[in-house]
């Protein structure tokens, strides 16, 4: 694919894509325990919500009513059937996938696979939260001082730095920079009972998003009276959200600009990311030309990165989804193997020279 082909930020979009193949895999069905952390057109408007199947990602139980959870059809596709569309590598088919990548100059969609079916999208939900939190912070609201400290309930480890310090006491700003650079479970918690679920989700509707959301805090035993998940979305929703971020269109540039800070210091560039070589401790600055902002979700059976990347041929988003809960072996290296080609394909796209097929990038400035 030429990195020409995109032009500058304000170039014109690739030409028309074509059908490639289809994505074989079913519905969702119930999760067992899994402890971890972390419209019909493609660039139409959201259309009816749908949620996820179970997953008991996160904190034990609490005592203040839980959440609505997704309705029952969780994990379908919109449309007739998915399909692949532009050049993107063969996908496992044991796997169920949702994949988009876009231009963000105009938010024309270059390459796409079932980009309407929702899964499961582990800690990439966390976004919601900082936006309301960015939200509340610009219009005066909330205090980027003000010290939070964690409820006993609300205590839990894997993802994140906080239940590993002697502090138990941050301000609100820090605990984002936690959430966006290590997918802080113990700091999501403690912003999400500050601000309240029902905000988060009041936020995503206003922005035109209806199948993607944070549905419930991090739990480490979730049980039936419980959303049966972190997060879900669809790969045409969160490939939008992440162009719209870079657009400076969340709720308004300032709120934008926040919150495209706290996820610059992202240190997870193990999936699409890893394609373009940069030190994952730090990255905030451009690097050879080239900007990254992204967010990762991580649980045993399921990888997610949604991002941007400016290089000197324009910027593309992404949502690359992968949920392999039904499939009959472990899949993780080939899924990881295939979101590292995904990423090659944007890296060409917007002309970044990018990590050869089989080699990692150098180790961190750390």
């Not at 496992?92 to 963000?104: I, M, N």
């Not at 080239?290 to 990762?296: D, E, F, G, P, Q």
């Not at 989804?321 to 080939?334: I, V």
Request: with cysteine; hydrophobic share 40%.
């Amino acid at each position: 694919m030429s990195a020409g082909a995109l032009g500058g930020p304000g170039g014109a979009a690739l030409g028309a894509v074509g059908v490639l193949g289809a994505d074989r895999a079913g519905p969702g069905a119930a999760q067992p325990r899994d402890v971890g952390e972390h419209s019909s057109s493609f660039g139409g408007r959201p259309g009816t919500a749908v949620g996820a199947g179970a997953d008991p990602q996160q904190t034990r139980p609490r005592t203040t009513p839980p959440a609505p959870g997704p309705p029952a059809d969780a994990g379908r596709t919109c449309q007739a059937g998915p399909v692949t569309t532009g050049t993107l590598p063969p996908l496992p088919e044991d796997v169920r996938w949702s994949v988009c990548l876009r231009e963000v100059a105009t938010s024309r969609v270059l390459a796409a696979h079932a980009p309407e079916q929702v899964l499961r999208t582990a800690s990439v939900g966390k976004v919601f939260l900082l936006l309301e939190v960015a939200r509340r912070l610009e219009a005066g609201e909330l205090d980027p001082d003000e010290p939070l400290s964690p409820a006993p309930d609300e205590t839990v480890a894997d993802s994140g730095l906080w239940y590993l310090m002697r502090t138990d006491t941050l301000g609100v700003d820090d605990l984002c920079w936690l959430v966006g650079g290590f997918s802080d479970n113990l700091a999501t918690n403690v912003l999400l009972r500050r601000v309240g679920l029902d905000a988060v989700t009041t936020l995503t509707r206003s922005l035109g998003v209806h199948r993607s959301a944070l549905l419930d805090r991090v739990r480490e035993d979730r049980g039936p009276q419980h959303p049966p998940t972190l997060s879900v979305g669809c790969a045409e929703e969160l490939s939008e959200l992440l162009a719209r971020l870079h657009r400076g269109e969340l709720v308004s540039a300032a709120v934008s600009a926040r919150v495209r800070g706290w996820l610059a210091a992202n240190a997870d560039l193990s999936m699409v990311a890893s394609a373009f070589g940069l030190d994952p401790l730090a990255h905030g600055e451009p690097d050879r030309g080239v900007l990254l902002v992204n967010k990762t979700g991580t649980i045993s059976t399921v990888r997610v990165d949604v991002g941007v990347v400016t290089g000197p041929e324009g910027s593309v988003a992404w949502a690359v989804q992968a949920d392999w809960q039904e499939a009959p072996r472990d899949p993780r290296g080939e899924v990881l193997a295939v979101m590292a080609e995904i990423g090659r394909r944007v890296a060409d796209l917007v002309g970044v020279p990018a990590v050869p097929a089989g080699l990692r990038p150098a180790r961190g400035s750390g």
